[in-house]
Structures are given as C-alpha cells and as structure tokens.
C-alpha cells in the first residue's frame, strides 16, 4: 500500500490492543526499550502465580513442567527457532557469559566487538583477557556511531574466534544485519554472538534462517516480560562447542530420580542446559508467557 494508507492500517492495527495494557494516563509512552509496558493478562497471570504460593497444595509436579514447556515453545514461534534451541534465561548477560565462559579460548584468540557496545555484551568478553584473550573493537563507520555490518564483517581476520554485537544498539539505534557478519566470521571459523535486547519482539528475526550461532535477549524491553526473564537461542552446531559452567540438576539426564541419581553425569539435549537454576519461576513464566502470547499476537512487524 501506498506511504499514507500502510501508516493509517498500522495505526489502526496498533490501536486494537490499546485495551490490552493499563491506562496510560495522559501519557504518550515511548521507552519500550527501557521498560516494556506489562500487559494486563500478564499483570492477572503474574497474580495467578503468586495466588500458587499463598496455596502450595495446588502446585504439582505438572505445574513445574507446564510453564516451562509453554515459555520455551512460545518464543521458539516468536523468533525463528527449535524449542531445543531456547534456553530460559534470566537476562541477555547470563547468556553471553556462558558462551565466554564455555568457549576453549586462551593466548592469541580474538573477540571481535563494535565499538559502545551495551556492558552485558562487553565485559564478560574483556574478563577473559585472564586468559590471554585479545578483544578488539572495531571503530564506527557511521556519524551517529553505528558500526555497519560489511564494515563489522571486513574487521574479521585470521585470529577471530567470537563476533559479537547488539542486533540494535542500546546507544544509537542503529541495526546489525547478521547476515555479511554471520558469513565472514564462518569463513574465518569464528562464531556469532548475538545481542537481541533491543530488537527481540520489536523486529521479525528468524533464528534458524539467521545462520547466528547464540541470540541473547533481556525480556523486559519489547518482549514486555518481567524483569528478571530472558531468553538464549542456541544453534545446534554450536551446542557440543559450549562447556556446561553451572550444572543445574533439571538439565541433567535421570536426575528427577532424587534418590537413584545416574552415576555418569549427561546433560540434556540442546540448550536447557543453560536454563537459569529453578527455571519454573511462576511469578517470571507465566506473565512472560501472557506477553509472548500477544506479541505472536500482534506480530513483530506491527510493533
């Protein structure tokens, strides 16, 4: 449709799920990026978890794998992936420090980073200069301070083990088409680490499609999720590269037998393995879930 009328239907559209979030008093609300608004069937499951608690009686060993199942299948749909893939996570910096941690990187490896990058996708990289490991930063090509992919993607060179970089930047906006980066750090041997915070449910991404080795996101921004939730996508060629750094027992093979517990210890397939400990926290899964529902809803493109 023509210029005009594409924004008149999406204003429409956007307009049909005003009576889905609280009264905005007066407010015109922009900072999604900051704080996503809670919707209010998420505000109502939010109080449904916390009515389990007041009556633990009603909590059942189905009520664990219940809202762990719907969160991991939702934002499988949201964003492109197998539910294998998705791990439930409490933020996009647990994510990016399993991978820094999990990685077999020492003297002479290199992180490849675009510069003002968010401290989540910074600092675990630079904590591993313990080891020996260089990270570089590559120097905006953009007057707003936005580094673009082919310049991202040229920076890559012989001793790069890890690209990574925010899909949009906290600072400026500015977007990261995976797809140049992707292809450059497979040609030196590298992989790609993706920070989704500011895109997840703002933008359609397709991670299967993507070709991204790991996609780290914080739920509260556009997922519209409580604070504390997040998510990590985990291609499957990169699964059995990672070192597992904390072991929760849900992710462990036979391990719900408390009292005949596997005398070897083997993980779970894909990447639950690096679920957040207690990952059936109702209070956090099951308003997170109301959330995704309404952005699978709405779609990424609306918003």
């Known amino acids: 449709r023509r210029g005009g009328e594409g924004l008149a239907g999406m204003a429409g559209g956007a307009a049909a799920f005003a009576d889905r979030f609280a009264s905005s008093e007066g407010v015109a609300y922009l900072d999604a990026a900051s704080q996503g608004p809670l919707p209010l069937a998420a505000s109502r499951a939010g109080r449904e978890a916390l009515a389990l608690k007041e009556r633990p009686w009603r909590i059942t060993t189905q009520t664990y794998v219940k809202v762990v199942g719907e969160a991991r299948a939702l934002l499988a749909r949201l964003l492109g992936a197998r539910e294998e893939s998705v791990a439930l996570v409490t933020g996009a910096g647990q994510v990016v420090n399993a991978v820094?941690?999990?990685?077999?990187?020492?003297?002479?490896d290199e992180v490849l980073v675009p510069k003002h990058e968010f401290p989540s996708n910074d600092l675990p990289w630079r904590w591993l200069s313990r080891r020996g490991v260089t990270v570089r930063a590559v120097e905006p090509d953009d007057p707003s301070g936005a580094v673009s992919a082919e310049r991202l993607a040229a920076e890559v060179g012989p001793r790069t083990r890890v690209v990574a970089f925010a899909h949009v930047s906290y600072l400026h906006g500015g977007r990261i088409d995976p797809g140049p980066v992707v292809e450059a750090a497979r040609r030196a041997g590298a992989i790609t680490v993706v920070d989704g915070s500011q895109a997840a449910g703002a933008l359609p991404f397709d991670f299967g499609a993507s070709g991204v080795d790991v996609y780290a996101a914080s739920g509260y921004k556009f997922l519209l999720a409580p604070y504390g939730t997040g998510v990590g996508l985990f291609s499957p060629a990169i699964v059995d590269r990672i070192a597992v750094g904390d072991v929760s027992w849900w992710a462990v093979k036979g391990a719900e037998d408390f009292n005949h517990l596997p005398e070897a210890i083997e993980m779970k397939p894909g990447a639950q393995r690096w679920d957040a400990h207690?990952?059936?926290?109702?209070?956090?899964?099951?308003?997170l879930a109301e959330s995704l529902r309404l952005l699978l809803e709405a779609t990424p493109a609306l918003v």
């Open 278 to 287: 207690e990952p059936a926290s109702f209070n956090n899964l099951m308003p």
């Open 100 to 108: 820094a941690r999990g990685l077999d990187l020492g003297e002479g």
